[in-house]
T-cell receptor, first 115, second 117 residues
Framework: AQKITQTQPGMFVQEKEAVTLDCTYD???????LFWYKQPSSGEMIFLIY??????QNATEGRYSLNFQKARKSANLVISASQLGDSAMYFC????????????FGQGTTLQVKP | ETGVTQTPRHLVMGMTNKKSLKCEQH?????MYWYKQSAKKPLELMFV???????ENNSVPSRFSPECPNSSHLFLHLHTLQPEDSALYLC????????????????FGSGTRLTVV
């Protein structure tokens, strides 16, 4: 089976500091994709960053980077220089070949950025 | 208009009512999905439509009835709901069908916040 685990229900970070949100996954697929989404209080799920299982370099998108450690099956999101607008729920998700290719999500981490 | 649009944004309905949620995408995607997001629970995949055919129904009660008349529109028809059905219902779409390339993430709408009274 496929499973995504986010062990941090809530996190606080000071504005302008960096923060790491943890994500571990379990899959028997050899080929899979890992995603991070942001969900503000408005409800919309906003795509942040993608990492393919065969990508050798860690993905980066502006202030977001994904710390991919394949052997440990972890895909942590790093947000640099936090801003007040980063306060939201963050979801790690995975899409593999074995289970119809559907996107499955972790439980989410609520991030609050303090001024 | 671009992206995935869901209407209404908020809905309050009684347990005996019948209502429908609407989702529309203008991205040229050919797979569409309904997710349920309850408080303090992971997102639950309800239905998957690929190329206008339902390919997955994750043991969803029959009081939820999906409809996909074409690749751009997805509906969720609701009838005789229970208070525990109160949740945020999210629609999403993706390229390449439900078994598309792994790099294709899902594009989500803003959701419909449903309250059953």
């Amino acid at each position: 089976a496929q499973k995504i685990t986010q062990t941090q229900p809530g996190m606080f970070v000071q504005e302008k500091e960096a923060v790491t949100l943890d994500c571990t996954y379990d899959t028997s697929d050899q080929s899979y994709g890992l995603f991070w989404y942001k969900q503000p209080s408005s409800g919309e799920m906003i795509f942040l960053i993608y990492q393919g299982s065969y990508d050798e370099q860690n993905a980066t998108e502006g202030r977001y980077s994904l710390n991919f450690q394949k052997a440990r099956k972890s895909a942590n999101l790093v947000i640099s220089a936090s801003q007040l607008g980063d306060s939201a729920m963050y979801f790690c998700a995975m899409r593999g070949r074995l289970y119809t290719g559907k996107l499955i999500f972790g439980q989410g981490t609520t991030l609050q950025v303090k001024p | 208009e671009t992206g995935v649009t869901q209407t209404p944004r908020h809905l309050v309905m009684g347990m005996t009512n019948k209502k429908s949620l609407k989702c529309e995408q203008h991205l040229g995607h050919n797979a569409m999905y309904w997710y349920k997001q309850s408080a303090k629970k992971p997102l639950e995949l309800m239905f998957v439509y690929s190329l206008e055919e339902r390919v997955e129904n994750n043991s969803v009660p029959s009081r939820f009835s999906p409809e996909c008349p074409n690749s751009s529109h997805l509906f969720l028809h609701l009838h005789t709901l229970q208070p525990e059905d109160s949740a945020l219902y999210l629609c999403a779409s993706s390229q390449g069908g439900d078994r598309g390339a792994l790099g294709y993430g899902y594009t989500f709408g803003s959701g419909t916040r449903l309250t059953v009274v």
